[in-house]
């Protein structure tokens, strides 16, 4: 059997794909290669820390020499790229950042896939490269142009224009998923749903950007990885494939929704000054992945938030130590070295 290596397997996605891939297949050794950030929490994946079938490789997707010794070593065959620097309020204040994970190590890893023989190479995007909708506009569909707003967004851009030139020149085996608003367990306490929850559980108040009519469409982790995880197995060559939860709605009405399952009053909310270019609507059209390939999301975001909530309200001690920070120290304890910045 293979070996698949899949990038940012510490982040929220990531390790959620991981323990989703584990599951549901059989043989393949999957090999986790993170550089840790703020955002990577090897605690999300304690449930298979022990698993023959898994590895750690704390490694920087922009490190050439690195990344193609973990393929050599490995013996991988197929890359499955999460890696990114994903939240748009620090692309603001530091985009450079950004330019050098997204872009940058994506055409690192790039280069090394092809240089190794990789057979496939799926490149996680979102659906913010294609822009902001009017209330009316139809749905992204993988034919929109391109209209990136913020640095990350552009970065993403970037790195999405990268794999698709090496499939035109290099006939390069890869293919891209972009996907809309992820939620579910093990988020970062930095986006809205687990930030929401957080703070509402503690009492502190909820900060909602401008007006909270921004319009967003909400897939549960779990199905948007099980979607990469076809896209990866059945997956055209070359091709771009739009994965989304079918579930638009506006901040606040997410917001009001958390309340509700909490039992807490909307008195917590507080409308903050609107992030720069921020984006209005986003909407996915899916039919490509549903016809070619046969996903469809399962959940209806009422069934995914109420788990989720319901996952944090029973997960105190992982919320409490992602605020604290206490999480870093389990990497730490583990390999015996500083988890670093």
């Known amino acids: 059997m293979g070996a698949l290596l899949v990038t ?12 989703h891939y584990l599951k549901k297949t059989s043989g393949d050794r999957v090999v986790n290669f993170d550089i840790l950030t703020y955002a990577g929490n090897l605690e999300n994946l304690k449930a298979v820390e022990k698993n023959d079938r898994y590895a750690f490789v704390k490694g920087d997707i922009a490190d050439q020499e690195q990344v193609a010794r973990t393929i050599s070593d490995f013996g991988i065959d197929r890359i499955v790229h999460f890696a990114a620097e994903s939240h748009v309020d620090r ?20 280069d090394c896939a092809r240089a190794a023989g990789v057979k496939k190479f799926v490149h996680v995007s979102t659906d913010e490269v294609y822009g902001s909708l009017g209330p009316d ?25 990268l794999v698709q030139a090496a499939c035109r020149t290099f006939d390069f085996p890869g293919l891209i998923t972009r996907c809309s608003n992820n939620y579910g367990p093990f988020q970062f306490p930095e986006k809205l749903i687990p930030l929401i929850i957080s703070n509402a559980l503690e009492g502190r108040k909820l900060p909602v950007y401008g007006d909270g009519l921004n319009v967003r469409d909400w897939i549960h982790v779990e199905d948007h990885c099980e979607g990469v995880r076809v896209v990866l197995e059945r997956g055209e060559v070359g091709q771009v494939y739009n994965l989304g939860g079918l579930s638009e709605l506006n901040n606040l009405e997410v917001v009001k929704t958390i309340l509700k399952l909490l039992g807490k009053s909307e008195t917590l909310i507080e409308f ?3 992030r720069p270019g921020h984006d209005r609507r986003y909407a996915m059209n899916i039919s490509l992945a549903e016809e070619k390939l046969g996903w469809l999301p399962r959940r209806t975001f009422k069934e995914g938030l109420a788990e989720t909530v319901e996952w944090y309200v029973a997960n105190e001690e ?7 920070g206490l999480y870093r120290k389990y ?3 583990q390999y015996g070295q500083r988890m670093g910045t």
């Open 331 to 333: 990497y730490e304890s």
């Open 272 to 274: 903050v000054k609107d």
């Open 318 to 324: 992982w919320r409490t130590r992602v605020r604290d």
């Open 8 to 19: 940012g397997g510490a982040g929220f996605i990531g390790s959620n794909f991981i323990l």
């Open 91 to 110: 692309s603001i204040i530091d985009p450079l950042v950004f330019i050098r994970t997204n872009v940058l190590g994506t055409q690192i890893l790039i």
């Open 137 to 161: 506009d139809p749905p992204f569909s993988e034919k929109t142009p391109l209209d990136p707003s913020s640095p990350y967004s552009a970065s993403k851009t970037g790195s999405d224009l």
